[in-house]
Each structure stands twice: as C-alpha cells, then as structure tokens.
C-alpha cells in the first residue's frame, strides 16, 4: 500500500482477492478500510453526541488528537449520521 495517497497499490488489491477487479480495474483504487480503535471510536461518538456537525477547525483539531486524518473523521461523522437517521 502506498502510504503517501492511502491507495493500495494494484499488486496489493489483487493479493487480496481482486480489489482493484471489483471497481472496474480502471481509475482510482479502493481505499483500504480504516480499522479505528475502541478509544477512538469512544472519543467520536462523544463527540458526535455533543455535535452531529463538525466545522474545518473542530475536525482538525479531533484529528490531530486521535491522529487520523481530516478525511477520516469526515467520513466517520458523515458515516454515523446516516446511522442514526436509519435507526430513527
């Protein structure tokens, strides 16, 4: 996996059962799926229980303390708020 753009490579999709195939095998790779912690997922979902919404400085600022990038945080809240929007 290339660490630098957070794409695997096309030899690492296809190790693993043709990840690349499953897209098309054209454009972008997948992303490989983020496997966040038990004190990271305890700290967003406090966090999302005070706010379903986070502006550019709050997600950096949750970033950088649970060292994941903006991205992910951003897809994690986007992520939980469909969840809960199902679940009512």
Do not use: H, P
Request: aromatic share 6%; hydrophobic share 30%; proline share 0%.
């Amino acid at each position: 996996a290339d660490d630098s753009s957070g794409y695997e490579s096309e030899s690492a999709g296809a190790e693993r059962g043709g990840a690349a195939a499953a897209g098309g095998g054209r454009g972008r790779q997948r992303r490989a799926r983020t496997a966040f912690t038990s004190e990271q997922v305890c700290r967003l979902e406090k966090t999302f229980q005070r706010q379903k919404y986070l502006g550019a400085t709050e997600r950096r600022k949750l970033a950088a303390a649970l060292q994941l990038s903006e991205i992910q945080i951003k897809t994690w809240f986007q992520n939980r708020r469909m969840k809960l929007k199902r679940q009512i």
